[in-house]
T-cell receptor, first 117, second 111 residues
């Protein structure tokens, strides 16, 4: 079946503009995660959605970052007033969510490469 | 503060040898440890999960150990092949917290 998809695959924007990144998880997966990966750095957790529970936003670096998950499926990560340090690959992952996120296989999308000029 | 260290940024080995990658952690008591493979331009792919009460887990040519006393996991690839060349990431969680990833080790298997 289809894996996790993300769009766009690449995004170039000017400093100060807002951007929206989209993630389509695997059908039936109730858990969805966003990560950020900067050059030479590990994956940095941003936010975690599990079913209808309130999301875990503990990894969001500033209030310029927000995410939504509509209908328990598609998620959008929004970065307002982008800064050059926001340039990174933004990765989305999903998992079944049956037993708690960290205990399960996470399936990653290909990522969105964001460049802020 | 919590810290995860993977032994080196890059590791080069000869084809056919066993590659051993290290993941050390401090100020952390993970209940679960996962290993992922990441190829350039792609998202990570899950390889193995090991629990704190498991000493070792195997999958085909892969073997993972988890030593909670040493606070270390070792990831072995036996009979390595050039196709095993990739970045390998370890990730930890206490079970109720999100996965925390290391920076990864870039493995190159030379024919």
């Amino acid at each position: 079946g289809a894996g996790v998809s993300q769009s766009p695959s690449n995004k170039v924007t000017e400093k100060g503009k807002d951007v929206e990144l989209r993630c389509d998880p695997i059908s039936g997966h109730t858990a969805l995660y966003w990560y950020r990966q900067s050059l030479g750095q590990g994956l940095e957790f941003l936010i975690y959605f599990q079913g209808n529970s309130a999301p875990d936003k503990s990894g969001l670096p500033s209030d310029r970052f927000s995410a939504e998950r509509t209908g328990g499926s598609v998620s959008t990560l929004t970065i307002q007033r982008t800064q050059q340090e926001d340039s990174a690959v933004y990765l989305c992952a999903s998992s079944l969510g049956a037993s708690g996120g960290a205990r399960e296989t996470q399936y990653f999308g290909p990522g969105t490469r964001l460049l802020v000029l | 503060s919590q810290k995860i260290e993977q032994n080196s940024e890059a590791l080069n080995i000869q084809e056919g040898k066993t590659a051993t990658l290290t993941c050390n952690y401090t100020n952390y008591s993970p209940a679960y440890l996962q290993w992922y493979r990441q190829d350039p331009g792609r998202g990570p792919v899950f390889l193995l999960l090991i629990r704190e009460n498991e000493k070792e887990k195997r999958k085909e040519r892969l073997k993972v150990t988890f030593d909670t006393t040493l606070k270390q996991s070792l990831f072995h690839i036996t009979a390595s092949q050039p196709a095993d060349s990739a970045t390998y990431l370890c990730a930890l969680s206490s079970g109720n917290t999100p996965l925390v990833f290391g920076k990864g080790t870039r493995l190159s298997v030379i024919a």
